[in-house]
């Protein structure tokens, strides 16, 4: 995945941060599509978690703007924490990826929940991103209540920023 990653960074689709703003070069604000039935997915998932974290990876394309085309369910190990953390097994991780390219997809992210918190990424969130990921975030107030943002960085050392979420059929 790593690997992956560097030969992803240097090629000509990626976007390049101007300020405090992601441009797609001569595009427009960096933004992910995603289908609205995959994004409903991520709501009732993050919905029956309540009240813990739920987890999962984005699968689509890497282009301009990014597509997520699938989201695939990731079990939360962190038990002891799981009311405020997530974490992901690796072989699940990297089992997810491989039938991703098998079926001609990328990982382009990972969504999680935040019970009764915003939507917006934490210190630890960014301390555990990688660059170009999409990380959607989902706020669930109550149990019921949803809201769900995107967030990226292109380089190690920069913050997360939003990422225009829109949704397509």
């Known amino acids: 995945a790593r690997k992956n990653l560097e030969a992803r960074r240097h090629s000509d689709h990626i976007p390049r941060r101007r300020g405090q ?3 797609n070069e001569g595009l427009g604000v960096n933004m992910v599509e995603i289908k609205q ?53 690796p072989d699940e991780l990297l089992r997810i990826e491989r039938e991703a390219r098998q079926a001609g997809l990328e990982v382009v992210g990972v969504y999680h929940s935040h019970p009764d918190h915003p939507s917006s990424p934490s210190e630890f969130d960014r301390q555990r991103g990688w660059p170009e990921y999409s990380y959607i975030i989902v706020a669930v107030k109550g149990g019921a209540e949803t809201e769900a943002r995107s967030w990226t960085f292109i380089e190690e050392d920069e913050p997360f920023g939003e990422e225009e979420l829109k949704v397509v059929k």
Request: glycine share 4%; with cysteine.
């Open 21 to 23: 703003v992601f441009i």
């Open 37 to 89: 039935d995959i994004l409903q997915k991520i709501l009732d998932h993050a919905r029956a978690s309540y009240p813990h974290e739920c987890c999962g990876i984005l699968l689509g394309k890497m282009t301009s703007p990014k597509r997520i085309m699938d989201a695939v369910k990731a079990e939360n190990t962190n038990k002891e924490r799981a009311v405020d953390r997530y974490e992901m097994n």
